[in-house]
């Protein structure tokens, strides 16, 4: 039956209909023209593709082009709507067709509503992307893709939520860490902002843990593991920026805890010019930086939280690595550097910390850092190492120079074996910066300027911090770049003791006391009190913050899974042996 034929019928048909009602006759038409659009185009075409005409007489496109007219003519015998009685007839033929057609062709090539598919997936990225527009956090992952967002009818929305709190107001803030821990019956957060612990508001136990597992997916870490040190990355977008965090999980017997690092990689590159060193200390490390001096021992300390490893990976960096052999040993390769053969050390394997350095060690490496020498034996490899023209940087979780060598020698197990090859002990604590943007510059007081070691009668201007900016209506506002505090970023200071021989035989009698004093005395060390003048004569720091880091060094929150310090009197951070009070506020 050709197309011609049918729609002469279907006009007989009109005719009479339009009688009754003039509207009908041309929306039942209209809702005839599509299906025979379908049929001719892409039914016939379908059908012949798959022989369903069997017997060659053609059947399948006219007998549906029949069925459409049955449809049309009874819609125009129903008045008003007839149409609709049109568009429900020729849906019911079309779905049967579609059945028995599914049946005759081969599997896999059944009919499916692809559009449909397409429209309810595009309904589905757009609700995706109004419940992300909506987000003050989003997570990125694979290749910068948006995490999906739960919706309002979402149970994980309050768990969204409530890690759009604990890192939105972090980042807000500038922590550069914060450390979720399970507490009994509730888990407490601590930002770290500029090495100053900020507690904020507890989570409930319950939400707690959600919060964590919900971090810990994207993060790509295993959700089941509660127990074992976990690693792993994910960026966040806000309305601030992207942001990269470094998640550290592991758990205890009170639960999960997760240590979230800030863009840990631009905290961790800092150049050596820029830790903060005297000229006084530079002229001190400068012998070890190439030969003939560079060999021996070197203590790095610093209370956890204190940049310790920064430290470490800057001093690394005064070396060549591409005119010599610089290898580390380290429980977690924070930071890859250019040039230097870094090992992480796999707790799994057979072979422990010390055996594994030995390996190192005998290779015949240049220059050697290892992390720590918690695991024993370790300080002992080192030590016997020493006379290998090999220089070696020892990473020591402790405040002060005399506590990293009470360490050491702890470690090494003899005070002979621990004082042969010593070279030196760098010791670092971090202050504040007073932010640049509403610091407060003026004259020190006749006492400041003699504690600061200025000339009688010479004056400076100070910086003070102030954390207040005037607007436009006269009022003052808290400052927008450091958030109020008064202060944006850290410094650092350093006592560096150099050890010669005649400090070597003191601490080979373990006179600790005496090498520190002979230092001091003789070698003119600088202490770090006098560092932290000097840092504020420079402008780096304020009388204010000196004041509050040397009345009680409390380290900022310690990482996921940290070991504690094994050496003796850690528990309590003691500051050097003063000989200079450090400035009242």
């Known amino acids: 039956m050709s197309l011609n034929t049918m729609t002469t019928a279907l006009l007989a048909v009109g005719d009479t209909a339009i009688l009754l009602n003039p509207v009908t006759p041309v929306l039942t038409l209209a809702a005839y023209a599509p299906y025979a659009w379908l049929i001719s185009s892409k039914i016939e075409k379908d059908a012949t593709a798959f022989n369903l005409n069997k017997g060659g007489f053609g059947w399948i496109n006219p007998a549906l082009m029949a069925g459409g007219i049955i449809a049309v003519a009874v819609g125009l015998l129903v ?248 290898k580390t040993l380290e429980r977690s390769v924070d930071l890859r550097l250019d040039g230097v053969d870094q090992l992480q050390f796999d707790s799994t394997s057979q072979s422990d910390f010390a055996t594994t350095l030995r390996s190192i060690i005998r290779r015949g490496p240049d220059v050697v850092f290892a992390s720590d020498v918690a695991d024993p034996g370790t300080a002992k490899v080192i030590s016997d190492a020493s006379g290998n023209q090999v220089l070696t940087y020892v990473g020591l979780p402790v405040d002060g120079v005399q506590l990293a060598l009470a360490h050491w020698i702890k470690a090494v197990g003899s005070a002979g074996d621990a004082a042969r090859g010593l070279k030196a002990v760098v010791s670092q604590r971090l202050l504040r910066v007073p932010c640049p943007a509403c610091k407060i510059m003026g004259p020190c007081s006749a006492d400041q300027a003699k504690r600061l070691g200025l000339p009688a009668g010479k004056t400076i201007e100070l910086a003070r911090a102030s954390g207040k900016v005037l607007a436009k209506n006269g009022r003052e506002e808290a400052c927008e770049v450091c958030r109020g505090t008064g202060y944006f970023g850290l410094t650092g200071i350093h006592e560096v003791m150099p050890i010669d021989d005649e400090g070597r035989k003191l601490l080979s009698r373990n006179d600790i006391a005496g090498a520190y004093q002979h230092a001091r005395r003789n070698l003119r060390m600088m202490l770090m009190q006098e560092s932290a003048l000097m840092a504020v004569r420079d402008g780096r720091t304020t009388v204010e913050d000196v004041a509050r880091a040397f009345a009680a060094v409390k380290p900022a929150a310690p990482s996921a899974g940290a070991k504690p310090a094994a050496a003796p009197g850690t528990a309590k951070p003691a500051s050097p042996a003063p000989t200079k009070p450090a400035p009242k506020a």
């Not at 062709?105 to 059944?110: E, F, L, R, T």
């Not at 009919?111 to 309810?120: G, T, V, Y």
């Not at 450390?179 to 939400?207: F, I």
């Open 79 to 326: 008045p008003f709507a007839g149409w609709l009685v049109t568009l429900l007839i020729e849906a019911g033929i079309l779905v049967g067709y579609w059945k028995w057609r599914d049946k005759q062709v081969p599997a896999g090539k059944q009919f499916r509503l692809s559009m449909i598919s397409k429209l309810k997936e595009r309904a589905e990225e757009r609700k995706a992307q109004k419940n992300a527009a909506a987000a003050n956090l989003v997570f990125l992952v694979g290749r910068g893709e948006k995490a999906k967002v739960p919706g309002k009818d979402d149970p994980l929305l309050e768990v969204h939520q409530a890690a759009e709190r604990v890192l939105g107001e972090a980042i807000a803030a500038r922590a550069s860490r914060t450390q979720v821990q399970s507490l009994q019956g509730s888990v407490g957060v601590v930002d770290v902002v500029d090495a100053m612990p900020v507690k904020r508001d507890a989570l409930t136990a319950e939400l707690g843990g959600k919060v964590m597992d919900y971090i810990k997916k994207h993060a790509g870490l295993d959700v089941n593991e509660r127990r074992r040190r976990q690693v792993g990355k994910v960026t966040v977008q806000t309305s601030l920026g992207s942001k990269e965090l470094t998640i550290t999980t592991s758990g205890s017997t009170t639960g999960q805890s997760m240590r979230i690092d800030f863009n840990r990689d631009e905290q961790l590159k800092r150049d050596f010019a820029d830790l903060g060193f005297t000229k006084q200390h530079l002229a001190l490390l400068e012998p070890t930086r190439d030969l003939p001096g560079r060999e021996g021992i070197i203590l790095l300390c610093a209370p956890t939280g204190f940049g310790l490893t920064t430290m470490a990976y800057a001093m690394l960096s005064r070396h060549d690595a591409f005119t010599s052999s610089v």
